[in-house]
């Protein structure tokens, strides 16, 4: 099993590679954010992906980082969209904000309803799918048809081909979606955002490797060919191993909590990054084409794990840690 080249970037001998951020909350947070994203930007990522808040709570901030990515480096930013408890026009007119900021790829997501939405309330959306469909279906309403003037009859042209968003991303679970009756079950939804037009998927977090493998290997089977990134996280402290245990919505190895739990802080900080890489590393051995990290917007411990699957990339980036 193996992915292939099938992710955009410039080849080096480094794993491939890209990251999440989510919108600073404060300015202080905000010039931190612009210094992380600096010294990530160094690592030569494939993209960066900013989260959004449910109902667009964080829309100002979330294009905020996307713009500051476009203009400040040569990262490609990668936008998040969620679509529950939104409506089409609602969705749609993001799709164009962004495209009209020069943002051209996308993450398509779900997303999770507000803590004080109804629980009766129908969604509009079906699903990622339908989102996927309506960020192609804006970019061509927003450009139906191009012109290009013929040489041998300069007063006539031809249409050429309608331009497309350049990625559109969507989620997958390898270890189960908790809305699902069963762990496999979301392979047939990732077909059908395939079919509705996704080119690239990126798990939520796991804890075995073979969760990832195994998730690959049913997918590829039931006819799904994009490329599937592997979502990771670095953890460097007992409690924030707790806090992507939650996120996950799956016990972590009771293994690494004890060790990382009796530990003190620098030496839960090596258990930590020596395990992410191990994870890291034996996912790209299986045929992962690339690794997604989900920073929290920290720069220090993913540079961290980057060095230990590949020592040419800076241990530290000069930042105080």
Known sequence: MTDGDAVSGDATSRPPHSFELFPPRSDAAALALGRTIDRLAATDPDFFSVTFGANGSTRERSLTVLTYILRNTAIRPMAHLTCVGSTHADAAALVREFLDAG?????ALRGDPPKDADPDAPDVFGGAAELVQLI?????EREPYTQQRLEWYPDAARLTARPRVATVAVAAFPSGHPRQRSRWQDVDALLAKQVAGATLAITQLFWRADDYLEYVDRARAAGVTIPILPGLAPITRAAQLRRIAELSGHEAPPSLVAAMAAADDD????????????????VLAGGAPSTHWFTFNQHDAVVRVLHALDPSTPAHTGADR
Do not use: C, P
């Not at 192609?136 to 061509?140: A, F, N, W």
């Not at 030496?267 to 034996?282: F, K």
């Open 103 to 107: 943002i051209h790829d996308f993450l």
């Open 136 to 140: 192609y279906r804006v970019e061509q």
């Open 267 to 282: 030496e839960a900080a090596e258990i930590g990054i020596a395990h992410t890489a191990g994870l890291a590393s034996e």
